[in-house]
Each structure stands twice: as structure tokens, then as C-alpha cells.
């Protein structure tokens, strides 16, 4: 049997499946990995790193700056899902499926169907009025001109965790589906950016696994690593 096949029956004898995926899901959609070798962050001639650009602090005191990289670089409307997400909606449609946990804030579990998605550093899919709370929808910002302001004059933000914020309530309930899962699936996330990757210790459950391109911190606890493309993974389960 080979490490897919064993993938597969791991899905097929678990009930209670939560998949907790990192940027690694969506590069096969066409978007860049933040922190790998090609990724946004990789750029070294910006002036300010990204950790800035997309701060707490950038938005409150240079907020030109901040839609001006964020329209240049968040900007996930054309994106489709691919393989991945498309199979994680059938799973959860099966009833197999609990929950998807995402570090990715491009919205496309959504945009595949997928009902229970927990972006514990929110999503560009969404952004509301820093003063009145009004909801818009996320193009509303990148329609804009400028600086995107509310009818009642506050700025437009993207419902993004910044650097600087507090995480969102999305972790918590993370927490609880981890800790009731009997198959946590970790895929395309390398496992080393806190708080995010530390939600792994709270699995109790019967099998971890962890499918990624290169090896993560965490592969000495898991039963299953499978150090492959997500396509080529994804495409071959049912
Ligand atoms: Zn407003």
C-alpha cells in the first residue's frame, strides 16, 4: 500500500476528520506562499517589510500606504479553487468532514462551497468600517480609489488579522474541533509560525497527518507524512 492508499483508508475508517491547511493549499490556485522561496516575502527591495505593510500600525498612521500595498498584493478575486478545496467540500458534504481550519485569507473554501471554514487570520473576502462596524463586501476596497471610505467616513478594512491584532474567536472554536477530531489532516503548511502551528497540540485523536513539501517539526508525532504536491495527493483520493 502506498502512502496515498494508506491516506485513503485513514478517511474512509475516520468520522470525525478536521483539515488544517496553510498557504500550500492555494499555490496550485496560482497564489504565492508568503514565506517560501518565491513568496511575497522574498521580495527584498521593498522599502518596508510585509509584517509592516500589513500592520495594525501601517493602517492607523499611513493608511495610503497600507490599501496601496494591500490593492498591489491581497488581491484574490480572480483566483479559483483548485483539487484541494474541491475535494474538502466533497468531504464535508459527506459528513465526514467537521471543519476547515485556514491560515489563508483568500476565501477560496468558500469560493469551492465548503460551510465550516474557521480563517483564524481572517479573510480579504470580507471588510467593514473601522467606525460604524457596516459590512462590505472585500471588492468594495479594491474598487476603491485611494483610501476606501464608509458612507459615514471611517476607513473601509479588510477583515484580516494584522500583525498586532488580537486573534479572532475562530481560534478558539479551532481548538475545540482539534480536540475532538479522529483524524486531523495537516497539509501544506511547513509548522513554524506561532500561535498557528502550536494548535496541533491540542489533537487527542487516533491519526495526525501531515502532507507537505518539505519536512515540518511536527512530522516525528504524526502516523502519516506524505512530503508531495497537494494535487497530486488530493487528485487521487475519492
Ligand atoms: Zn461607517
Redesign the pocket.
Known amino acids: 500500500m502506498n502512502e496515498i492508499e494508506k491516506l485513503q483508508k485513514l478517511i474512509d475508517s475516520s468520522n470525525d476528520i478536521v483539515f488544517f491547511g496553510g498557504a500550500g493549499v492555494s499555490t496550485e490556485s496560482g497564489l504565492k506562499d508568503f514565506r517560501s522561496k518565491n513568496g511575497l516575502y522574498s521580495i527584498k527591495n521593498l522599502k518596508y517589510p510585509p509584517e509592516y505593510l500589513l500592520s495594525h500600525e501601517c493602517l492607523v498612521k499611513n493608511p495610503k500606504l497600507f490599501f496601496e500595498y494591500y490593492k498591489n498584493n491581497m488581491n484574490f478575486t480572480k483566483a479559483e479553487p483548485n483539487v484541494t478545496h474541491l475535494y474538502l467540500k466533497q468531504l464535508e458534504d459527506l459528513g465526514k468532514l467537521k471543519a476547515i481550519i485556514t491560515q489563508n485569507i483568500d476565501g477560496l473554501h468558500q469560493k469551492a462551497g465548503s460551510k465550516n471554514v474557521l480563517e483564524i487570520h481572517g479573510t480579504t473576502y470580507n471588510c467593514h ?1 473601522e ?2 462596524k ?1 459590512q462590505y463586501h472585500g471588492e468594495y476596497i479594491f474598487d476603491s480609489k485611494g483610501i476606501p471610505k ?5 476607513i473601509v478594512r479588510p477583515d484580516v488579522v494584522l500583525y498586532g491584532e488580537m486573534l479572532p474567536k475562530e481560534f478558539e472554536l479551532a481548538i475545540d474541533y482539534i480536540t475532538k477530531a479522529d483524524l486531523l489532516i495537516v497539509a501544506g503548511t511547513s509548522l513554524t509560525v506561532q500561535p498557528a502551528s502550536s494548535l496541533i497540540r491540542y489533537f487527542q485523536g487516533k491519526n495526525l497527518v501531515i502532507i507537505n513539501n518539505t519536512n515540518t517539526p511536527y512530522d516525528y508525532i504524526a502516523d502519516l507524512v506524505i512530503n508531495k504536491p497537494l494535487g497530486e495527493v488530493f487528485s487521487k483520493l475519492h
Do not use: S
Not at 464608509?150 to 471611517?154: D, H, L, M, T
Open positions: 468600517c467606525k460604524c457596516k464608509c458612507e459615514c467616513g471611517g
